[in-house]
């Protein structure tokens, strides 16, 4: 295991079309997938504003532009507001349960639902099993699914890491016809209470970025301390 920071090595991708802006090139920088990973090590790459797809470590790298900011919240000063709080009562009813997989028919499914009703426009479209399992699986035993279940309906999936200062939300997908319940926000506050309850500092919510609307809806949960300029600040 690498001993310090220092030591890894990583790699940059050639530039390709960003997934969230029009008109802009994308760079990435991984962490090389030879280096042993574990969760010291992961924990202190999110610290740094890395992130996770699969067992790929990376983090945005691009010339021209630093759109995508790391965001996470600090749970112990969040207070929700008041339709987040209405959101978080009226799914009081709902049965979570965490397993340590999702390879089954009926996760993949959901997600598959998801994906085609709500992302055809995307990089996961179409769904495939392999991507899924390859996105969302990881090899470090600190990830879990947390499953949502409306009476014994599935309606939802929560993919949260477990790091030494408090969860990462890795991805949640859910049933894109039920809008009441808005699935998305609860998500979230659950999260943000279960990183409470774990007695951990923060709940990392991935990238920010202010002008695309599927990821600029983070700034909603206040207080968001984002990375810039290498040090972690309060959102204004």
């Given at each position: 295991m690498?001993?310090?920071?220092?030591?890894?090595k990583?790699?940059?991708?050639?530039p390709?079309s960003c997934?969230y802006?029009?008109?802009?090139?994308?760079?990435?920088?991984?962490v090389?997938?030879?280096?042993p990973?574990?969760?010291?090590?992961?924990?202190?790459?999110?610290?740094?504003?890395?992130?996770?797809?699969?067992?790929?470590?990376?983090?945005?790298?691009?010339?021209q532009?630093n759109?995508?900011?790391p965001?996470?919240?600090?749970?112990?000063?969040f207070?929700p507001?008041?339709?987040?709080?209405?959101i978080?009562?009226?799914?009081?009813?709902?049965r979570i349960?965490?397993?340590?997989?999702?390879?089954?028919d009926?996760a993949?499914d959901?997600?598959?639902?998801?994906?085609?009703?709500?992302?055809?426009?995307?990089?996961?479209y179409?769904?495939?099993?392999e991507?899924?399992?390859?996105?969302?699986?990881?090899?470090?035993?600190?990830t879990?699914?947390?499953?949502?279940y409306?009476?014994?309906?599935?309606?939802?999936?929560?993919?949260?890491?477990?790091?030494?200062?408090g969860?990462s939300a890795i991805?949640?997908?859910?049933?894109?016809?039920v809008n009441?319940?808005?699935?998305?926000?609860?998500?979230?506050?659950?999260?943000i209470?279960?990183?409470r309850?774990?007695?951990?500092e923060?709940?990392?919510l991935?990238y920010?970025?202010?002008d695309?609307?599927?990821?600029s809806?983070?700034a909603d949960?206040?207080?968001?301390?984002?990375?810039q300029?290498?040090?972690?600040?309060?959102?204004?």
């Amino acid at each position: 295991m690498t001993s310090s920071l220092r030591d890894l090595k990583v790699y940059t991708t050639y530039p390709h079309s960003c997934s969230y802006l029009e008109n802009q090139e994308a760079t990435t920088l991984f962490v090389d997938p030879r280096q042993p990973v574990d969760q010291k090590l992961y924990s202190k790459l999110s610290v740094l504003g890395f992130r996770r797809s699969g067992n790929h470590i990376y983090r945005p790298h691009c010339a021209q532009c630093n759109a995508c900011v790391p965001a996470r919240i600090p749970v112990a000063a969040f207070e929700p507001r008041r339709g987040q709080s209405r959101i978080a009562q009226r799914n009081q009813d709902l049965r979570i349960v965490c397993t340590d997989q999702i390879n089954d028919d009926e996760a993949f499914d959901l997600y598959h639902r998801y994906i085609s009703l709500r992302h055809a426009d995307g990089d996961m479209y179409p769904p495939d099993r392999e991507q899924y399992e390859a996105f969302l699986n990881s090899v470090w035993n600190c990830t879990r699914y947390f499953r949502f279940y409306d009476k014994g309906r599935l309606i939802a999936v929560a993919v949260v890491d477990t790091l030494e200062d408090g969860l990462s939300a890795i991805y949640t997908f859910f049933d894109p016809t039920v809008n009441r319940r808005s699935l998305g926000v609860y998500a979230i506050l659950w999260e943000i209470e279960q990183t409470r309850k774990m007695g951990l500092e923060y709940l990392y919510l991935g990238y920010w970025i202010r002008d695309c609307q599927k990821m600029s809806y983070k700034a909603d949960y206040r207080p968001l301390q984002v990375y810039q300029n290498s040090r972690w600040a309060t959102l204004i």
